[in-house]
């Protein structure tokens, strides 16, 4: 049994930054690739980008490639998201995931789900 929790959302200005985290526990960490998501009110959950269990490998939506970075620490069991030059409609609760098998941007391919945090781009 997998657990994730996320930390570091909140609210902030058009063009700022945050910096996502998702602790995992369970299972070995370093095994296997994760991924994050989110989902604004009113709209379907859409796939932010996703790392492989090495880091050698990192994939991203194209509304948030150039502006965001994945990343993680094996010793630390920690996925981090990166977010820089934030806009408005980047505002929805972001997830992380682990997937059954290899890394995947399908979000149906994933098992295990953190609880979310809020982010808000205030413009």
């Known amino acids: 049994q997998v657990q994730l929790v996320e930390s570091g959302g909140g609210l902030v200005q058009a063009g700022g930054s945050l910096r996502l985290s998702c602790a995992a526990s369970g299972g070995t960490f370093s095994t296997y690739a994760m991924g994050w998501f989110r989902q604004a009110p009113g709209k379907e959950r859409e796939f932010v980008a996703a790392i492989s269990w090495s880091g050698r490998n990192t994939y991203y939506a194209d509304s948030v490639k150039g502006r965001f970075a994945i990343s993680r620490d094996n010793a630390k069991n920690t996925v981090y998201l990166q977010m820089n030059s934030l806009k408005p409609e980047d505002t929805a609760v972001y997830s992380c995931?682990?997937?059954?098998?290899?890394?995947?941007?399908?979000?149906?391919?994933?098992?295990?789900w953190g609880q979310g945090t809020q982010v808000t781009v205030s413009s």
């Open positions: 995931a682990k997937p059954r098998g290899v890394v995947t941007i399908t979000p149906e391919l994933y098992d295990y």
